[in-house]
């Protein structure tokens, strides 16, 4: 993890955060006390920042700092608005092709997903702030820098996120196991939405409530399920194809 990506104590973390700071995740000493710790859960909580406890050692490995049992990393991009994001692309292309990850928690897998995605033309990609993975050295890493080349947008809800896809005709389509179609029956050569869900839950039920389209890659293995990085690849090289 890059040093420059990395803030350490207490009232420098509040800071940044209320500066308006891409803090992605907050790493906080376990059992840590104190007023000053209250008033950093207040703020994170506020302003929905993601945080975990780790033990002490974890934080003397990122910074031998003086770091009062808490450490912040701050993301190398510059995330988007949804309106900017979506006003911006439709003003280019009739067909767009946006990607929404629910709770991609891995940054690996993140960073594979965002290097497909710009490989594939993906015009933007949505993800939660709260339960998403950060944008931190392994995910650029892991996309190869592709991160630094596709809009990436942080919404406060998946579920609103959706709601402003359709409302800005896009069609929401969910990648899921729980449905009897095929990714090959349905068209994907219009303005089209792909969401995948994480690694462990797939996609939140509520969210499969409200989508447009339901769709299965088919399975002739033993084992249920695929990479959540190679499942969207599937899908977006579908799409690709379609479209071609």
Same mark, same amino acid.
């Given at each position: ?7 350490? $104590? ?7 955060? #209320? ?104 015009? $933007?990609?949505?993800? #939660? ?15 190869? $820098? ?19 896809? #359709? ?74 194809? #379609?479209?071609?």
């Amino acid at each position: 993890m890059e040093k420059e990506h990395l803030i350490f $104590g207490i009232r420098a973390i509040v800071e940044a955060i #209320q500066a308006g700071k891409e803090v992605d995740k907050v790493f906080l000493q376990k059992d840590a006390q104190g007023e000053l710790m209250k008033d950093l859960l207040k703020v994170m909580k506020r302003n929905n920042v993601n945080f975990t406890y780790v033990p002490v050692e974890k934080l003397n490995r990122l910074t031998p700092n003086n770091h009062q049992g808490a450490v912040a990393t701050i993301a190398p991009i510059s995330f988007v608005e949804i309106e900017a994001l979506i006003e911006n692309v439709l003003e280019k292309t009739k067909t767009p092709l946006f990607l929404v990850l629910d709770q991609i928690s891995d940054a690996r897998n993140f960073g594979a997903i965002i290097r497909t995605a710009e490989c594939s033309g993906v015009d $933007g990609i949505i993800v #939660q702030k709260s339960g998403a993975a950060p944008v931190n050295g392994d995910t650029v890493k892991t996309s190869a $820098g592709a991160v630094f080349n596709i809009p990436i947008c942080r919404v406060e809800h998946i579920k609103d996120a959706i709601f402003f896809l #359709q409302g800005s005709g896009i069609k929401t389509v969910a990648a899921t196991e729980k449905t009897d179609q095929t990714i090959y029956d349905i068209a994907l050569n219009e303005p089209v939405a792909i969401i995948m869900g994480s690694e462990d839950r797939g996609i939140n039920p509520s969210v499969l409530k409200i989508v447009d389209e339901k769709a299965k890659l088919p399975m002739f293995g033993t084992i249920g399920s695929l990479n959540v990085s190679v499942a969207c690849g599937a899908f977006l090289y579908e799409a690709v194809r #379609q479209r071609k």
